[in-house]
């Protein structure tokens, strides 16, 4: 088949779509699967261990979605296997959490300390497959090619490496369903790839972008979760990406005094680091004023203070609960 394009290999039935590396084309070709089956458009049903999942494979505009419905214990389910890219941009669903470019066999540098520190739940709410090795939540990218949920009502997706391949999964946290719910969608975008899963071969354009890909993939989940802007988007500033838990109340009045004498601010943000204990709003840590003194400080210059929803547990904070 001299026309199938580099990477990319069709099966006599043009159903399968099956990638592998251009250099390396007499290694054994691994099968793209969903579900752990191979990759076809259509609708399957299976069952297992409890489990009953429902899905559909469907062209899209640039590439494939994946649909369906689950009940059961439903637990951690593998939605997305296929060969893992040489390096591809990771993501993480915390704001604080690292966005960058990794290597399947590269670690999270420096996070392991930090989770120590504070919670074992500081970057993912599965610790567990996190201090394997990268994970990358909602999405997984790299040119040419991005593959990412659409969702996360019910479950929190995920990518991770295992071996020299990719894997996305849908964690449940072994909760039990016993009426079918909605599955997370799977996008899967290839453009310049070449290949469609039905049909000839079409002829390889240039690969996409990352950053084309990402903006592909921000419409649809905007679609996906009906996602409408304001007419007007408030201008903020956060001390959390600042200071982090290093913030004095030097540092709000000065850049308070900035904001007002230049920067547009409509949203002026004081995070965790005033407080005592994170998540103790009313006791704010040496060398604060008392938290109505910060409030009529920051509204004083027409802006609005949002206060944090976590908390450590300490015996202070736990007596306030009490």
């Known amino acids: 088949m001299d026309t199938v394009p580099p990477g990319v290999?069709?099966?006599?039935?043009?159903?399968?779509?099956?990638?592998?590396?251009?250099?390396?084309?007499?290694?054994?070709?691994?099968?793209?699967?969903?579900?752990?089956r191979d990759f076809a458009e259509g609708r399957?049903?299976?069952?297992?261990?409890?489990?009953?999942?429902?899905?559909?494979?469907?062209?899209?505009?640039?590439?494939?979605?994946?649909?369906?419905?689950?009940?059961?214990?439903l637990g951690r389910i593998e939605v997305f296997r296929g060969t893992a890219p040489r390096e591809f941009l990771l993501n993480n669903w915390q704001s604080w959490g690292?966005?960058?470019?990794?290597?399947?066999?590269?670690?999270?540098?420096?996070i392991e300390e930090v989770m120590h520190t504070y919670s074992?739940?500081?970057?993912?709410?599965?610790?567990?497959?996190?201090?394997?090795?990268?994970v990358s939540d909602y999405f997984c990218a790299w040119p040419g090619c991005l593959v990412g949920f659409l969702s996360s009502r019910v479950a929190h997706p995920?990518?991770?490496?295992e071996g020299d391949e990719l894997v996305g999964c849908l964690e449940y946290f072994d909760t039990v369903f016993d009426k079918p719910i909605p599955l997370e969608p799977l996008i899967i975008l290839m453009n310049g790839s070449g290949w469609t899963p039905s049909g000839s071969p079409s002829p390889a354009g240039p690969e996409s972008p990352v950053e084309e890909l990402l903006e592909e993939y921000a419409d649809l989940a905007a679609a996906e979760n009906a996602v409408r802007m304001p007419a007007r988007n408030p201008v903020g500033w956060s001390s959390w990406y600042q200071y982090f838990s290093n913030l004095q109340w030097e540092d709000v009045e000065k850049n308070l005094r900035l904001a007002r004498e230049g920067f547009p601010f409509d949203v002026f943000q004081v995070d965790d680091g005033f407080e005592k204990d994170i998540g103790d709003w009313l006791t704010t840590k040496d060398g604060f004023r008392p938290l109505p003194d910060l409030a009529r400080l920051i509204t004083r210059h027409r802006c609005v203070a949002f206060l944090p929803c976590?908390?450590?547990?300490?015996?202070?904070?736990?007596s306030r609960l009490s």
């Open 9 to 36: 290999y069709f099966a006599k039935d043009f159903r399968r779509i099956i990638l592998y590396d251009k250099s390396e084309k007499d290694r054994p070709r691994p099968t793209v699967q969903i579900f752990g």
């Open 310 to 318: 976590h908390l450590k547990r300490t015996q202070a904070a736990s």
């Open 44 to 73: 399957r049903i299976f069952s297992s261990k409890g489990t009953n999942v429902e899905y559909t494979v469907e062209k899209c505009r640039t590439g494939f979605k994946v649909t369906g419905k689950a009940r059961g214990r």
């Open 120 to 134: 074992p739940y500081v970057f993912t709410p599965i610790p567990d497959v996190f201090k394997k090795g990268p």
């Open 98 to 110: 690292p966005l960058q470019k990794m290597r399947p066999g590269e670690g999270h540098q420096g």
């Open 158 to 161: 995920f990518f991770e490496i």
